[in-house]
């Protein structure tokens, strides 16, 4: 079955320095998603990728996915507090049927030092 | 404001207790999911609903049943609880596929 790594498990940075947080898989990617989930809340969608190479940004948050489909990574810029939280990437499952499901990875849990 | 309803937030059960986990979507997605989430573990697929009147098992699916009551309801139940699922349950649900999830805020379940 296909499993998700997240590196690293937890950072702590200060306020405006930048950080990585990266995603592989054991196989092929056929969609990678990332999420934000605030201590003691639910989970908040930021991104998918799909095709290899590809780059997407929101605010100060940037994913790529590799061109074999198999890491991902997530940059922040000039982190701020409310960048604080666990990050998970979650990926589609090989698909067997038209049913859409998402494994995820352990999350990496991020706080912002002001 | 729209999205996906979970009640209740917080539980606590003895063992051998039942009760369900509500969870509402106002979006008109098709499909709707019950995850758990586990220190260590991530979130793990309970349940899932691919469309109204169908159900199927996902990575986790013993001691649990669901209902897909309609399109807008999913409930989960535990029929007789067990420590084993003390847990954060999150239940999901999206549009089609290739579309992110929308989450609900979760619910914390202690048995005791």
């Known amino acids: 079955s296909q499993e998700l790594e997240q590196s690293p498990q937890s950072l702590i940075v200060q306020e405006g320095k930048n950080l990585t947080i990266n995603c592989t898989s054991s196989k092929t990617l056929y969609g990678l998603y990332w999420y934000k989930q605030k201590y003691g809340e639910g989970l908040i969608f930021l991104m998918m990728?799909?095709?290899?190479?590809e780059e997407k940004s929101h605010e100060k948050i940037t994913a790529k996915l590799d061109e074999k489909k198999q890491q991902s990574s997530l940059h922040i810029t000039a982190s701020q507090p409310s960048h604080a939280g666990i990050y998970l990437c979650?990926?589609?499952?090989?698909?067997?049927?038209?049913?859409?499901?998402?494994?995820f990875g352990p999350g990496t849990s991020l706080s912002v030092i002001p | 404001n729209a999205g996906v309803t979970q009640t209740p937030k917080f539980q606590v059960l003895k063992t051998g207790q039942s009760m369900t986990l509500q969870c509402a979507q106002d979006?008109?997605?098709?499909?709707m999911y019950w995850y758990r989430q586990d220190p260590g573990m991530g979130l793990r697929l309970i349940y899932y609903s691919a469309s109204e009147g169908t159900t199927d098992k996902g990575e986790v699916p013993n001691g649990y049943n669901v209902s897909r009551l309609n399109k807008r309801e999913f409930s989960l139940r535990l029929e007789s609880a067990a420590p084993s699922q003390t847990s954060v349950y999150f239940c999901a649900s999206n549009p089609a596929l290739n579309y992110g999830y929308t989450f609900g805020s979760g619910t914390r379940l202690t048995v005791v």
């Open positions: 990728l799909q095709k290899g190479g």
């Open positions: 979650g990926a589609e499952t090989p698909i067997k049927t038209s049913y859409d499901k998402v494994i």
């Open positions: 979006m008109n997605h098709n499909s």
